[in-house]
């Protein structure tokens, strides 16, 4: 009778740690944090590029919200495609004089390399960035954009309307506004490092490589037209709109928004 029921309890204590151990990795849900502001992340890679696969699959997994950061859908990533080390890189020469000329305005001369919202984030590693990322995330908030967007479907054609609000003092006030079309999902299939559909491309800086400056007081509203080129996908498109000092190159402030909704 001992021996039965030493048997017994040993089953139901497997029974049970069992039921835990299913309940842990099965019904586990990522519960953002809340954080101070959003931030944004340019990341310069290239199609000839091994080391950047990691730092792609990196920054994919904060576009699917997977709880790489406290707060996924806070970062908004935009990807430039430099001549390092592969010439050839199409997306590069789609747009040469804005892809080199965010690249030499970092100073950018080997790839993978990440800007968190202008400050170098240093030899790519998953805990390294995402530690950074979480920080900023706690720093000061000095604008909050609003974007509103409408779009022609038949032209290709639309605009762009920022609403920006000052939220604390800025500490510079020589400041440019970049506003930028990403698109998402392109077909790459010749890319020599294998990633065949990057995302967060950047096609067109419809401000120009440099900004347009601008003065913010406590309220600002900013509209620009912009086309889409014929050859990219409306639906993965999206602009994303911020504030930076061209000289300390940090940025007070990024918002996005799609462009065909």
């Not at 021996?3 to 049970?16: E, Q």
């Not at 406290?70 to 495609?81: A, E, F, K, P």
């Not at 604008?143 to 309307?161: K, W």
């Not at 419809?206 to 080129?229: A, F, H, P």
Request: net charge negative; hydrophobic share 35%.
């Amino acid at each position: 009778m001992k021996y039965f029921k030493f048997v017994l309890i040993a089953a139901v204590l497997i029974f049970f740690h069992g039921c835990e151990s299913n309940d842990s990795t099965t019904n586990s849900v990522y519960i953002p944090q809340p954080v101070n502001k959003k931030v944004l992340v340019e990341f310069f890679t290239n199609a000839g590029c091994n080391p950047c696969i990691a730092a792609h699959e990196y920054l994919d997994q904060i576009n699917v919200n997977s709880g790489t950061t406290i707060n996924d859908t806070s970062v908004i990533i935009l990807s430039y495609h430099t001549k390092y080390p592969y010439i050839l890189d199409s997306l590069y020469r789609a747009n040469i004089t804005q892809n080199q000329g965010r690249s030499d305005y970092y100073g950018v001369n080997t790839t993978p390399q990440g800007r968190l919202n202008g400050i170098s984030m240093g030899q790519y590693s998953s805990s390294t960035w995402s530690a950074q990322i979480n920080a900023e995330f706690k720093t000061t908030n000095y604008l909050n954009i609003t974007l509103q967007n409408s779009y022609d479907e038949a032209l290709d054609t639309g605009t762009v309307t920022a609403d920006i609000q000052l939220v604390n003092a800025l500490p510079s006030s020589n400041n440019v506004i970049h506003m930028v079309i990403i698109e998402n999902n392109i077909s790459y299939v010749t890319a020599p490092n294998g990633i065949t559909s990057p995302d967060d491309v950047m096609r067109n800086m419809i401000t120009g490589k440099d900004g347009e400056s601008i003065s913010i007081g406590q309220t600002n509203t900013v509209s620009r037209s912009y086309s889409l080129n014929s050859n990219w996908d409306p639906d993965e498109c999206w602009m994303i709109v911020f504030v930076q000092n061209p000289d300390t190159k940090q940025v007070f402030g990024v918002e996005r928004i799609k462009i065909l909704k």
